[in-house]
């Protein structure tokens, strides 16, 4: 008996990272799990390796941006397994164009804005009805430790998930007596291969200031810095019953980067 026996998650951004990681998680538990995910390759990759593991998994192609995408996703979901229970939005991301807001091109802020705070929104917004319908659930959703303390060198990505922290307050407000939790994780650096290709000339000779500050944020995780299980283990202990008095919160968990200026 798993603690998501019966129980449906559908996740975003689930074919890759921290969010395959916990589909992969959530299936092992008895949950049926909708792979949302934009790009086939990695959704199918996904549900592939969750089926063959003996799990229960969906891929339905989805881009958060749209909100006819999610909204039509959300009903796809509950036409294959009945219900949906809970949502864990993990698409999202960043670019390397980000950077101080009084030089950046706009369409940075279009970008990163429309993937991070938008798609979170309009995933809440086509996911939580059919949450309540099922009689309540929980939402997991995605900040980072740059939304709890903002960052020179990344000024778009940290408003975008500054706004992921507000959001998820007021729907945790908005939705208690429906009985859905809303709570965030805001993760430090993590293992991903997103990550890793990103970050991998932090360590050269003679970084430029934007690869520097990378250097000494690297150097300043007192835990050091986690990997996608890491991740996913809060996220499931978050949408479970166990944290039935847990709501509007935010968890930080990013080895105490953010507890450590």
Not at 8 to 23: D, E, N, Q, W
């Amino acid at each position: 008996m798993g603690q998501f026996d019966g129980k449906v998650a559908f996740l975003t951004g689930a074919g890759s990272g921290i969010g395959r990681a916990t589909a992969t998680m959530l299936a092992q538990e008895g949950a049926s799990v909708v792979i949302a995910e934009l790009k086939p390759e990695l959704g199918e990759a996904a549900q592939a390796a969750i089926t063959q593991a003996g799990g229960r998994a969906a891929f339905i192609a989805t881009d958060v941006t749209r909100d006819e995408s999610l909204r039509d996703a959300a009903r796809a979901a509950v036409e294959r397994f009945g219900r949906i229970d809970v949502l864990v939005n993990c698409a999202g991301g960043s670019v390397a164009q980000d950077g101080v807001a009084t030089e950046i091109d706009m369409s940075v802020w279009d970008h990163t804005i429309n993937l991070d705070l938008k798609g979170t929104f309009l995933s809440c917004r086509n996911v939580i009805p059919h949450i309540v319908k099922s009689g309540g659930g929980a939402v997991v959703n995605f900040t980072s430790w740059l939304g709890i303390m903002g960052a020179p060198f990344r000024n778009v990505y940290s408003t975008a998930k500054g706004g992921i922290i507000t959001m998820t307050k007021a729907l945790a407000a908005e939705f208690a007596e429906q009985r859905v939790r809303v709570n965030a994780i805001a993760p430090g650096v993590v293992h991903t291969e997103r990550t890793m290709r990103k970050n991998a000339d932090t360590y050269s000779d003679n970084p430029p200031p934007r690869i520097a500050y990378r250097r000494r944020l690297a150097e300043r995780y007192p835990l050091g810095i986690g990997y996608p299980e890491d991740i996913a283990h809060i996220v499931l202990f978050l949408a479970s019953d166990k944290a039935r008095m847990i709501t509007g919160a935010v968890i930080p968990a990013d080895g105490g980067r953010s507890a450590y200026l």
